[in-house]
């Protein structure tokens, strides 16, 4: 933050005035004045506050009333009132002034503009200090303005109570809530954790749906009834109903030794193979296409032209030990689609439940270096599919969306992905121990860069993969699971952790003026850096203090080991490319998860179609 001159530092204070007021909404102004004489219309606050003063009566508009505020920011809160206990909601937004910039170019200034305005609402609701009353909300504000973000010059304060019922928090209180009558002061009772994040460590409930999504996960590796219920503690004969429900859908089929595996759509030629055929030197892929997820997989079969899939199971008896529904009973299975996309040679895969465990990544990297062992034409290598947004609050700009796609590209370094280790949180803040990984061909990410800076330049033209995304929904048309159509706006909820389990929903920022409007029905590309980490994806805080130390968009899970042996087999280009489907890692949000996977896998085509023709066929 930059310094006040001495002069001002006397002179300055910090002056809350009261705007207007109806019977459902008050708007306060808070400002830096220079102020030489007091009445008693003001109050002068002394002690420790000594540099504030309250106007009592509302202000009368000054000259500056026209300007338009910089940054704007709205979220909701609970509140109770304690005599009726009736729930109301209460939207609260912060319009921002701030100081003429000195000695920058303009595009700088909004930057570091947008940039100041969320590190000030992130420290106004810090978790242990989160005003929890409308008293202490103000002050809170003005303290800020008082010793700290003295680039602010103005901040308008609007609370405006909802009239729409409000959706209580289903779980109830923790002890220390107080509920604290609306009259004397407000309280704010943060609405209650989404549905992905109550079900983190309890136990899995048995249903249809999350047997074919464990069956899903493990594709290509078959699974048996047994293992499945085994692992999840489930009663057999219930998991076996659930499996003869999805072979009636035809969703899954039976193979050899009791074990169950995806049934793909039926107009995909499919050849069971004890090993892959040989082909001529002209088949040859050129291109790998790696995904994690079934849908992701589906996605990207969507994009290819003539394509026929292999699947190669290495069956070795039902005798052999497992320690997962993983398939590691069957052996190693590969499932390989080959086609083409515009002039290249491509050939997909997909890996077999892929987790936040070190076994599951280290199973992932092994099957990557299969795909590119039997395929030694490959040059590049995309790594599609879904990941999680990191959310800018303030800065419509730089602010990820579900349903928008992040390039995997260099910003603050030369890397394009990387993997936390291990943070170390202490009272000096926190230490991110960091293994970095960039190609050492960057021609993806220029071709991503020019994609990206065609659009934002063409707004009047639609940009290419928002075609191939259509193509691609009317492929998937008939696919019986999943959906791949955008799920409706309004659930695309943005939320900020303020401690533990507690959350305000917070507003998605609205652009101001120079920005680059979204297109309706056409997902954005991010440029930025990939990240991963169980331990910082895991907690907000750290999440977003590590993406804005490195730069990153966008959270994945866990990709480093895949990634080592690209390397490890010299391949000098890859990306990686994510599509939002929540904003943590990408697993959290079902219902986003193809859609997500679609628009990746729609970037990753225009990525292919602008690339140069082969030469070596």
């Known amino acids: 933050m930059t310094e006040l001159s001495n002069m001002n530092q006397e002179q300055e204070q910090v002056v809350m005035t009261p705007k207007g007021k109806t019977a459902n909404s008050t708007i306060i102004m808070i400002e830096r004045k220079l102020v030489q004489k007091t009445n008693d219309k003001m109050h002068v606050a002394g002690g420790e506050h000594t540099g504030i003063i309250i106007n009592k009566e509302t202000a009368v508009e000054n000259g500056d009333a026209n300007v338009p505020a910089k940054l704007s920011l709205v979220f909701k809160v609970f509140l109770i009132n304690a005599q009726t206990k009736k729930h109301t909601q209460e939207s609260r937004t912060l319009r921002f002034w701030f100081r003429p910039p000195k000695n920058c170019e303009d595009d700088l200034c909004e930057e570091n503009q947008a940039a100041v305005a969320q590190d000030f609402f992130r420290e106004l609701v810090t978790p242990k200090e989160f005003p929890r009353d409308y008293v202490g909300f103000i002050k809170k504000i003005m303290k800020l303005m008082q010793h700290k973000y003295s680039e602010i010059s103005k901040l308008e304060v609007e609370l405006k109570i909802l009239e729409e019922p409000a959706d209580v928090p289903s779980r109830p209180p923790k002890p220390g809530y107080c509920r604290i009558d609306l009259t004397d002061t407000y309280s704010s009772l943060l609405k209650s954790v989404s549905a992905e994040e109550n079900s983190l460590g309890n136990v899995q409930i048995l249903t249809r749906e999350k047997v074919l999504e464990i069956i899903e996960s493990a594709y290509p590796n078959p699974v048996t009834i047994q293992d499945i219920a085994k692992t999840n503690n489930w009663d057999e004969k219930e998991v076996a109903h659930h499996f003869t429900d999805l072979q009636s859908r035809e969703l899954v089929k039976a193979m050899e030794h009791g074990a169950f595996t995806r049934q793909q759509s039926q107009d995909a030629r499919v050849t069971i193979v004890k090993q892959m055929p040989t082909m001529a030197s002209s088949k040859q892929p050129t291109i790998a296409i790696i995904t994690a997820q079934y849908c992701e997989k589906l996605a990207v079969d ?119 280790e291990n943070a170390v949180v202490s009272e000096k803040g926190c230490q991110f121990e960091i293994k970095n990984y960039s190609p050492n061909n960057f021609c993806l990410q220029d071709i991503s860069t020019q994609l990206k800076v065609s659009a934002d330049q063409d707004s009047a033209t639609t940009p290419p993969w928002v075609k191939y995304l259509n193509e691609g929904l009317s492929i998937l048309s008939s696919q019986k699971e999943p959906d791949f159509r955008a799920p409706h706006a309004d659930t695309d909820k943005l939320y900020m952790s303020i401690g533990e389990r507690d959350l305000i929903e917070v507003a998605h920022p609205v652009p101001q003026d120079g920005s680059i409007k979204r297109q309706e029905g056409s997902p954005r590309i991010h440029l930025a850096p990939v990240a991963s980490g169980r331990q910082v994806v895991k907690d907000d805080r750290l999440r977003q203090q590590f993406a804005t130390q490195v730069g990153a968009l966008a959270f994945d899970c866990e990709f480093d080991a895949v990634i080592e042996s690209i390397l490890g087999n010299c391949k000098d280009s890859f990306v990686c490319i994510r599509g939002i489907s929540d904003y943590k890692d990408g697993t959290r949000r079902k219902e986003w998860q193809p859609y997500a996977s679609l628009a990746a896998a729609s970037v990753m085509k225009s990525i292919i179609c602008g690339m140069e023709a082969p030469t070596n066929v």
């Open 302 to 420: 969507a994009m290819i032209e003539n394509k026929e899939t292999f699947v190669r199971y290495t069956t070795v008896g039902p005798s052999t030990p497992t320690s997962q529904y993983s398939g590691t009973r069957f052996g190693e299975s590969n499932v390989y689609t080959l086609g083409n996309i515009g002039a290249h040679r491509i050939v997909c895969t997909k890996l077999p439940t892929v987790g936040h465990t070190r076994e599951a990544m280290t199973a992932a990297g092994n099957t990557t270096t299969r795909l590119l062992g039997t395929f030694q034409k490959v040059d590049f290598v995309f790594l599609v599919g879904v990941g999680g947004g990191v959310p800018h609050y303030t800065d419509y700009n730089k602010h990820v969306r579900l349903g928008d796609v992040v390039v995997s590209c260099p910003i603050k370094k030369k890397s394009i992905y990387l993997y936390c």
